[in-house]
Nanobody, 122 residues
Framework: DVQLVESGGGLVEPGGSLTLSCVAS????????IAWFRQRSGEEREPIAS????????RIADSVKGRFTITQDQAKSTVWLQMNNLKVEGTAMYYC????????????????WGQGTQVTVS
């Protein structure tokens, strides 16, 4: 079974940094692309960044461009989301998801989801 396990969330002050990890298992890593989404309390889920697992091409949402970076290690089946200059509005549950339909920021492409990791900026 496809499994995605996020980690690295926590409490950080505004302006601080965090790196989230997503470890994928249960499938051939390069057969699916990974993205990060976040969901603030009471709001809809928002795409943040995605990466093409075979080639490292990224897509970054305008809301975090210049502050967030997505990277991967194919050998470790791991994707990282480096978040710099975090803002209070970055407080959310962050999810990684896998898609075998594309590597963009369309949520409906992603059929596999992790449980999420909480990030609190305060």
């Amino acid at each position: 079974d496809v499994q995605l396990v996020e980690s690295g969330g926590g409490l950080v002050e505004p302006g601080g940094s965090l790196t989230l990890s997503c470890v994928a298992s249960g499938y051939t890593y390069t057969s699916k692309n990974i993205a990060w989404f976040r969901q603030r309390s009471g709001e809809e889920r928002e795409p943040i960044a995605s990466i093409y697992s075979r080639g490292g091409i990224e897509r970054i949402a305008d809301s975090v461009k210049g502050r967030f970076t997505i990277t991967q290690d194919q050998a470790k089946s791991t994707v990282w989301l480096q978040m710099n200059n975090l803002k209070v509005e970055g407080t959310a549950m962050y999810y990684c998801a896998a898609s075998d339909r594309g590597f963009g920021l369309r949520e409906d492409w992603y059929a596999y989801w992790g449980q999420g990791t909480q990030v609190t900026v305060s």
